[in-house]
């Protein structure tokens, strides 16, 4: 079964918008969650990543806002530019464990 | 440094041919990965190795999928016989420890079986 649903699945954003993305977990036990960036033709690379503890994180541009109540989770990409266009995934992993979870993807499209 | 490397890029096999992929993780990496991911999904894992042994190999077909990792390095990743399902990439991945360590995943081996 999927454990961290992803939504939307694709979305397009005007250069210089907000693109939003977000995740739902239902495992308590989840306790660290990366989003990943994939371009067509590469793998996945580790954009930004949160723990439990903190409600927000931010790296550049890239936001992750976490709700631990609602047990959910975003990615913010503000000033969206149109290198940003690819594939962002969510993931999630227990404490100790070493497997991630991934959601199913959001293809994001900066138009310029 | 040098990142995870994998070959082939591309395979193109009928159903039931065999096949089989290899990873070079990057150097220092002890934990190794092996994750397949479909067309529109997300990756999922099929065999996670730390230096030689296997860690997780739970979510692997093991009648069809077999992997190995000789000497804690390089990794192959094999399909026997291969069905129409297979068709996907599969991804390499490797970490310096494992928990709490981010990975690196490599460019990937897109598979198509016809």
């Known amino acids: 079964q999927q454990q961290v649903k992803q939504s939307p699945q694709s979305l397009i954003v005007q250069k210089g918008g907000i693109s939003i993305i977000n995740c739902a977990y239902e495992n308590t036990a989840f306790d660290y969650f990366p989003w990943y960036q994939q371009f067509p033709g590469k793998g996945p690379a580790l954009l930004i990543a949160?723990?439990?503890?903190?409600s927000e994180k931010k790296e550049g541009r890239f936001t992750i806002s976490f709700n631990k109540s609602a047990k959910q989770f975003s990615l913010h990409i503000m000033d969206s530019q149109p290198g940003d266009s690819a594939t962002y995934f969510c993931?999630?992993?227990?404490?100790?464990?070493?497997?991630?979870?991934f959601g199913a993807g959001t293809t994001v499209t900066v138009r310029a | 440094e040098a990142g995870v490397a994998q070959s082939p890029r591309y395979k193109i096999i009928e159903k039931r041919q065999s096949v089989a992929f290899w990873c070079n993780p990057i150097s220092g990496h002890a934990t190794l990965y092996w994750y397949q991911q479909i067309l529109g999904q997300g990756p999922k894992l099929l065999i996670q190795f730390q230096n030689n042994g296997v860690v997780d190999d739970s979510q692997l077909p093991k009648d069809r999928f077999s992997a190995e990792r000789l000497k804690g390095v390089d990794s192959t990743l094999k399909i026997q016989p291969a069905k129409l399902e297979d068709s996907a990439v599969y991804l390499c991945?490797?970490?310096?420890?494992?928990?709490?360590?981010?990975?690196?995943f490599g460019n990937g081996t897109r598979l198509t079986v016809t």
């Open positions: 949160i723990r439990p503890d903190v």
């Open positions: 993931a999630a992993r227990r404490d100790g464990d070493y497997k991630l979870s």
């Open positions: 991945a490797s970490s310096f420890s494992g928990l709490n360590s981010p990975l690196h």
